[in-house]
């Protein structure tokens, strides 16, 4: 199964979000531990990048501006113009890359169950959550189904 980094929110979103019981609850908090996983890294890589092309002081710690957003102020890390289009590009990238679970014999009946969830969900959608559905469903219906021995 291949889903996009920059996918992997919205997927866990709306499973987050389904009425599940029984097996079907299990096996999504399963592939949900997979995805926060990955989110995590993705978090992880990105305040790396955020850290190798912002300025720093004279101790090498990243340089912050506060600003006012909403009414709350934020720190957010200065950047020269170059660097900060080569961290936007670099971030870019890495939301760009797939993650890919590998259908395992100890992931394939998860995989077969949220298969099951996802193109038989019962929901109506429209606009901009008709198309994420519509996208979820092409990730589920590309999963291979090999032969699985044991």
Same mark, same amino acid.
């Given at each position: 199964?291949?889903?996009?980094?920059?996918?992997?929110?919205?997927?866990?979103?709306?499973?987050?979000?389904?009425?599940?019981?029984?097996k079907e609850?299990?096996?999504?908090?399963?592939?949900?531990?997979?995805?926060?996983?990955?989110?995590?890294?993705?978090?992880?890589?990105?305040?790396?990048?955020?850290?190798?092309?912002?300025?720093?002081?004279?101790?090498?710690?990243?340089?912050?501006?506060?600003?006012?957003?909403?009414?709350?102020? =934020? #720190?957010?890390?200065?950047?020269?113009? /170059?660097?900060?289009?080569?961290? @936007?590009?670099? &971030? %870019?990238?890495?939301?760009? *890359?797939?993650?890919? =679970? #590998?259908?395992?014999?100890?992931?394939? /009946?998860?995989?077969?169950?949220? @298969?099951?969830? &996802? %193109?038989?969900?019962?929901? *109506?959608?429209?606009?901009?959550?008709?198309?994420?559905?519509?996208?979820?469903?092409?990730?589920?219906?590309?999963?291979?189904?090999?032969?699985?021995?044991?």
């Amino acid at each position: 199964m291949i889903i996009k980094n920059y996918e992997i929110g919205e997927l866990q979103s709306f499973l987050f979000n389904l009425l599940l019981k029984g097996k079907e609850s299990r096996m999504r908090t399963r592939f949900l531990k997979l995805l926060e996983k990955q989110l995590n890294q993705i978090n992880l890589e990105r305040q790396q990048l955020v850290a190798e092309y912002a300025e720093k002081d004279e101790h090498g710690e990243v340089l912050y501006k506060l600003e006012t957003v909403d009414g709350n102020e =934020i #720190e957010f890390p200065i950047f020269s113009e /170059d660097a900060e289009k080569e961290v @936007q590009k670099q &971030i %870019l990238t890495l939301l760009n *890359e797939d993650f890919i =679970i #590998e259908e395992t014999a100890d992931k394939i /009946d998860m995989l077969n169950t949220l @298969q099951e969830i &996802i %193109l038989n969900c019962d929901l *109506e959608f429209t606009g901009k959550k008709a198309t994420m559905y519509d996208r979820f469903c092409e990730i589920f219906e590309e999963m291979k189904h090999p032969e699985i021995t044991q």
